[in-house]
């Protein structure tokens, strides 16, 4: 019962802010943009799906494990993003540390879902960010959440993810790479 909630939490989430790129007028007034330091995080990952082994059902567990090898799922996907974006024309030269316009990320879900609800342990990563564009005076032009589609995420036995940052950094980078690219699409108005 506890995951169909969190299935159903998760989904509201996701449908809760629509999407809307950005016109061409409203592009051609940005000359350059910066992505904010900071990428607001929850304070623990999510678990959808009974997790037992050295996992178990202990959020904790995998925060600590990602701290031990300083996996860095901001830095992820702010790098991820900016790469993604230089491969548009629409970017090339327009990412600086001191842009006009800041673009910002709130990771809104990050964690594990096993893959299919039953007695299995394989699982994939989960990823739901929220980026949004400010103008020089601070107000937000642009708005989008975009989330990982967990069927072209690789699957890895829930226990991989506590032993060494292979799983994870496969995962996560793999999880940032689809989020940044339907976000980019969204900003340039391709979806």
């Known amino acids: 019962m506890k995951w169909l909630l969190s299935v159903l939490l998760l989904a509201l989430t996701v449908n809760s ?3 809307s790129g950005l ?3 409203a592009r051609s007034k940005i000359t350059t943009i910066r992505i904010a330091p900071e990428v607001q995080m929850p304070d623990s990952p999510t678990f959808i799906g009974t997790f037992w082994g050295v996992l178990g059902n202990d959020k904790s567990k995998l925060k600590t494990h990602m701290d031990s090898v300083h996996f860095d799922l901001p830095q ?10 230089e491969k548009q024309p629409f970017f090339k030269g327009k990412l600086k540390n001191d842009g006009q316009y800041t673009l910002s990320f709130e990771v809104r879900v990050y964690g594990l879902v096993i893959k299919n609800i ?3 342990q394989d699982c994939k990563a989960l990823l739901t960010v929220v980026a949004k564009l400010s103008d020089p005076s601070n107000k937000v032009v642009w708005k989008a959440m975009d989330h990982a589609d967990r069927d072209q995420l690789p699957t890895y036995k829930a ?3 506590l032993s060494g940052d292979v799983a994870l950094n496969t995962a996560f ?19």
């Open 76 to 85: 992820i996907l702010k790098q991820q993003f900016a790469a993604d974006a």
């Open 17 to 19: 802010a629509a999407a």
């Open 23 to 25: 016109d061409e007028s």
């Open 118 to 120: 039953a007695l299995s």
């Open 173 to 191: 980078n793999k999880a940032a790479e689809l989020v940044s690219d339907g976000l980019i699409k969204d900003l340039l108005g391709a979806r």
């Open 159 to 161: 226990d991989d993810y």
